[in-house]
């Protein structure tokens, strides 16, 4: 804790004080760089929107989520057939001073619609290789055949213009796409699509990571890659008449976050008031709530709030359709499916997680709701599965042997993840199945997924973006391992569906077809649902204007410190309970970040 402290006192910007009002303090995590072409962990996704900005963002508000103009002045003109978005620039956006921009003397310069051909640019160059090139890659007209032609040419001319990527004049942008993709704009949200500027790219070369250049709120004031990263607002952000900067940046000059990794340290700052917000841990959780699940009377006393944010994410075991055993044999995975003991499950994570009735998270558009096949807890029709199979009381008739599977799982060293393992193979052997838990190193467990090696596996994906698609993609056959398909599910008929439900707007015609298309999901059954988790999070009673979201990336701008206000929360109805809170406990997480 000393240690700590001396850090914290050491990361403070020169003439600051840990208690200045104006300034955040949060926890931060190591990150390699701040090139929003490149990492793909939610931790840089949200240190870089603090110092970089896309042309859409997220409503801060809005439930269900929807998208809003960032840099864009407007939401985009959109053509009858889906395929060009044509945006319109806010004037008067600058990037931050710096020495890279010669031309004007280190001042800088205005934003023009180029900047965002050339960034896409860089997600597409081969060179780069950006762990975003999922989300542009046959989608936009011309760039695909300009990402080859780099390859071919062992280097890529940024110059070379692309027919579906182009700025019509300094101010207007347009994009042409190969075929309808209606999730675009979600895309465009990311931090993939962010606007970087040339002049900084080419001025410090590979240490450009180490040198972020942005439109965003703040700008980079120190890094210090295992200690702190302290961003400060970036004064011409607040110039000129954008909605965010009445929304009270004004409030946080500053904001530190401090690269502490253990629980028990964070929880120590927090106590201490050094830490304005925290995620709860498996170990804070009985210091924190007491036992009917309500906040513990001395944190309430101090202003501590406890805010629930349920998780975009389904946690799943999967099972490998081409394993000779499972792939073929639908009742016995469907006979392991309805042996899985959701409520158990639940009472051992302290109800911080409930099962889902379906791959699709709950509320996000597209999804139909409730299925009417949707799987639940019953041993008995289990077992008659399991006889149907061929395996009566888990037993081969052929050899009198009992049935043994193989479960793969990352995260060894993780004491909950051995715990709640152990209990789902307990499960499995009340239906009369042996299940092998094989623990393994992260690298080595998805190197098992990519060469489709693992016979059952534990894994977990949290979406990209709020549309049914976004997990649906998870169960198409051309996606199959090494792409996001990991259990590789092939059905001709979802196939086809699929393709059809996937170009259309959202609408009650696409969510009935995915309603099909999880029907046969949960009849062809490669996933035993498993859980659908609830984080929670503390915050000081100074941090004002805080309001969950699944996908919080840039949004400080509307926080307020020391009681000056902020925007209204929204309703919550419909969120979880405060008993059915979570923390990232149940295994290897997925996020095509």
């Known amino acids: 804790m000393a240690l700590v402290a001396g850090l914290m006192a050491g990361c403070a910007p020169r003439g600051s004080r840990l208690a200045d009002s104006n300034t955040l303090r949060i926890v931060g995590a190591r990150i390699g760089g701040f090139d929003p072409a490149r990492a793909g962990d939610a931790a840089s996704a949200a240190a870089y929107a603090r110092l970089y900005e896309g042309l859409v963002q997220y409503d801060y508000t809005a439930r269900p989520y929807r998208i809003i103009p960032r840099l864009a002045e407007a939401m985009p003109d959109i053509s009858a057939d889906g395929l060009e978005y044509r945006f319109r620039l806010r004037e008067g956006i600058r990037f931050a001073d710096d020495p890279c921009f010669a031309a004007t003397g280190g001042r800088g310069r205005e934003l023009v619609a180029e900047d965002f051909v050339y960034s896409i640019k860089r997600v597409a160059d081969p060179f780069i290789n950006s762990s975003g090139w999922w989300a542009f890659s046959d989608r936009i007209e011309g760039l695909d055949e300009f990402r080859a032609e780099a390859q071919a040419a062992g280097r890529t001319d940024y110059d070379r213009p692309v027919s579906g990527l182009r700025a019509e004049d300094r101010r207007t942008l347009r994009i042409r796409l190969k075929r309808p993709y209606p999730q675009f704009l979600w895309v465009l949200a990311m931090h993939y699509a962010y606007a970087v500027p040339r002049e900084a790219v080419e001025y410090y070369g590979d240490q450009f990571p180490r040198h972020p250049v942005g439109t965003g709120p703040y700008r980079l004031a120190a890094w210090r890659p295992n200690y702190a990263m302290v961003w400060e607002r970036h004064p011409a952000w607040q110039a000129g008449e ?118 699709i998270p709950a509320g996000i558009a597209g999804d139909p709701g409730p299925p009417a096949n949707a799987i639940g807890f019953d041993l008995h029709r289990a077992r008659a599965l399991l006889r149907e199979a061929g395996y009566p009381d888990g037993r081969d008739p052929r050899t009198g042997r009992r049935l043994i599977l193989t479960l793969d799982i990352a995260d060894a060293d993780r004491p909950e993840i051995r715990q709640s393992t152990d209990l789902f193979v307990q499960m499995m052997d009340r239906l009369g199945v042996i299940v092998q838990p094989s623990y393994n190193n992260r690298p080595t467990f998805f190197q098992k997924l990519a060469r489709r090696q693992a016979q059952m596996f534990r894994l977990s994906w949290i979406a990209d973006y709020p549309d049914a698609q976004n997990f649906l993609q998870l169960f198409y056959g051309p996606n199959a391992s090494p792409g996001p398909n990991r259990t590789n599910y092939a059905n001709p008929e979802f196939d086809r569906t699929y393709e059809q439900f996937r170009e259309m707007p959202d609408s009650p015609e696409r969510t009935a077809l995915a309603a099909r298309l999880v029907e046969h999901i949960l009849e062809d059954c490669p996933w035993i649902l498993m859980g659908q988790p609830t984080e929670v999070v503390l915050k000081q009673a100074r941090l004002e204007g805080y309001i969950p979201h699944a996908f919080p990336f840039g949004m400080e701008p509307y926080w307020r410190l020391q009681g000056e206000g902020g925007p209204k929360r929204p309703d919550r109805r419909g969120t979880a309970r405060r008993g059915s809170l979570s923390f990232d406990e149940h295994g290897t997480t997925e996020r095509r970040f």
């Open 242 to 359: 954008r909605a965010e900067a009445r929304a009270g940046l004004a409030a946080i000059e500053r904001i530190v976050a401090y690269i502490v990794q253990d629980p028990a340290t964070q929880w120590l700052l927090f106590l201490q008031g050094r830490l304005d917000l925290i995620g709860v841990s498996r170990d804070q959780w009985d210091a924190v709530f007491a036992p009917g699940g309500e906040l513990r009377p001395e944190l309430a006393r101090r202003g501590i709030e406890a805010v629930p944010i349920p998780a975009l994410e389904i946690q799943y075991i999967g099972l490998n359709m081409e394993d000779p055993v499972l792939g073929s044999n639908r009742a016995l995975r469907q006979a392991l499916a309805w042996a899985f003991d959701g409520e158990a499950w639940a009472r051992f994570h302290g109800g911080r997680v409930r099962r889902p009735l379906s791959p």
